[in-house]
């Protein structure tokens, strides 16, 4: 099993920075890929940024240049740099991790953490 862990949301206004972190515990080498998603009240979770275990990185149109994924696996926590935040990145973001256990991919899920951006 993986645990995920997010933290660092929060409200702020509309231009400036926050920074999300997940961590993670469990059997963390089983781990592929990494995610940030959101869900906004209304609408459906969306992928916000993925990070696989190489390394790469994409990000959904609407955050690329804004958003940075990044990873240490020292402390096996992800992290999601937020700048220049707008009020339509206000939702629950939630962390999720796909690993492969016993030949099958299975979705693991944080509990979200709200980020509030006011205009």
């Known amino acids: 099993q993986v645990q995920l862990v997010e933290s660092g949301g929060g409200l702020v206004q509309a231009g400036g920075s926050l920074r999300l972190s997940c961590a993670a515990s469990?059997?963390?080498?089983?781990?592929?890929?990494m995610d940030w998603y959101r869900q906004a009240p209304g609408k459906q979770r969306e992928l916000v940024a993925r990070?696989?275990?190489?390394?790469?990185?994409n990000y959904a149109d609407s955050v690329k240049g804004r958003f940075t994924i990044s990873r240490d696996v020292a402390k096996n926590t992800m992290y999601l740099q937020m700048n220049n935040l707008k009020p339509e990145d206000t939702a629950v973001y939630y962390c999720?991790?796909?690993?492969?256990?016993?030949?099958?991919?299975?979705?693991?899920w944080g509990q979200g953490t709200q980020v509030t951006v006011s205009s």
């Open positions: 469990g059997i963390i080498r089983s781990i592929n890929v």
């Open positions: 999720n991790a796909r690993a492969l256990i016993a030949g099958t991919d299975v979705n693991f």
């Open positions: 990070i696989t275990a190489s390394g790469s990185t």
